[in-house]
């Protein structure tokens, strides 16, 4: 399971003062209930019939007072020491704007390139600027134990240095909405080269570990319509049904032909959704938006040929 894998530093440093305080809650249970049992035996009624009146002891009072305060020093200190290794980026991290929204995620490289999937190199350094478009998101990967808030109108910062290869799950902590069980991503982790021919690729060069994400993430989509299997697979579906079924974004079902109400520069006019409508939506969503809707869909990277598919196929949803 995620949770019991150690795939970052940022694992390594929270398991260690996770299981610091552990340990010292095992010893302490053991302590104490040894010294309670001692105590109900040694001083039972049957031992001492006629109470006895206990002075203090200012050695054992300071003795109780400073262990345990030297004790929670300790947790504090070993717990801030590494919240403030996390928050502090190393300065050659590559920052990665992470953006949250009902229901999905989308990343953004310092290069411009944008994915679904947060892409690794493998002992490298990356820093998560956290963002959201809308509600109050969390953003939680277990394998690297790395969880914090995405709030509208703020940036919240975090890092991690992967240390295995592998694909891990990103999920949402906070309830955002009817589909937040939906709002997963992957991170994939990936030796640097194979990153760095993707990274410095042009739109149509190799996803770093594509098969291995394809297969965990969307293991039927060769038994799906083309058209369906990429807008699946770019996470379109997570804002828009194919079935009538109301999402933050339209529907796509029925909408060829139908007449809709956009937002063009700042006024709204009726139009018939053609397919020349339904590109332009696609390679340019903030340049049309459908009334009753928010401005939040990003621009997802398309070859012309999925571009094509993805047409075709709403089409055929009338």
């Not at 929670?72 to 590494?82: K, P, V």
Request: aromatic share 12%; charged share 20%; net charge positive.
């Amino acid at each position: 399971m995620d949770w019991m894998n150690q795939a970052a530093l940022s694992a390594q440093k929270s398991d260690a003062v996770f299981f610091y305080v552990f340990g010292l809650s095992v010893v302490f249970l053991i302590f104490i209930t040894t010294l309670m049992l001692y105590f109900v035996v040694r001083y039972s009624k049957k031992r001492h019939p006629k109470a006895e009146q206990i002075e203090g002891h200012m050695g054992l009072e300071i003795v109780w007072t400073t262990i345990p305060l030297v004790l929670f020093l300790s947790i504090f200190y070993y717990g801030w020491t590494n919240y403030e290794y996390m928050r502090l980026a190393p300065r050659d991290a590559m920052a990665v704007r992470v953006t949250a929204r009902q229901w999905n995620w989308s990343f953004e490289y310092p290069n411009g390139k944008q994915s679904k999937v947060l892409f690794a190199p493998i002992g490298k350094p990356m820093k998560m600027e956290v963002r959201s478009t809308d509600v109050v998101h969390g953003f939680f990967i277990p394998s690297f134990r790395l969880k914090i808030d995405a709030v509208p109108a703020r940036t919240n910062t975090t890092w991690f240095q992967a240390t295995k290869l592998g694909s891990y799950d990103i999920e949402c902590t906070v309830i955002c909405g009817v589909d937040h069980s939906l709002m997963l991503s992957k991170v994939v982790v990936v030796p640097e080269d194979e990153f760095k021919a993707w990274y410095f690729g042009g739109e149509d060069a190799p996803e770093p570990g594509k098969s291995l994400r394809a297969a965990e993430a969307h293991p039927d989509l060769g038994s799906l319509p083309q058209g369906l299997a990429v807008l699946t697979a770019k996470g379109c579906t997570t804002c828009h049904s194919v079935d009538g079924k109301p999402k933050v974004g339209p529907t796509l079902k029925a909408l060829y032909g139908r007449e809709q109400q956009i937002l063009v520069a700042g006024n709204y006019r009726t139009i018939t959704v053609d397919e020349a409508f339904l590109r332009r939506s696609i390679t340019n969503p903030m340049g049309q938006v459908v009334r009753g809707y928010p401005p939040s869909m990003p621009q997802v990277p398309l070859t012309d040929q999925e571009l094509n598919e993805v047409v075709r196929y709403i089409k055929t949803l009338n």
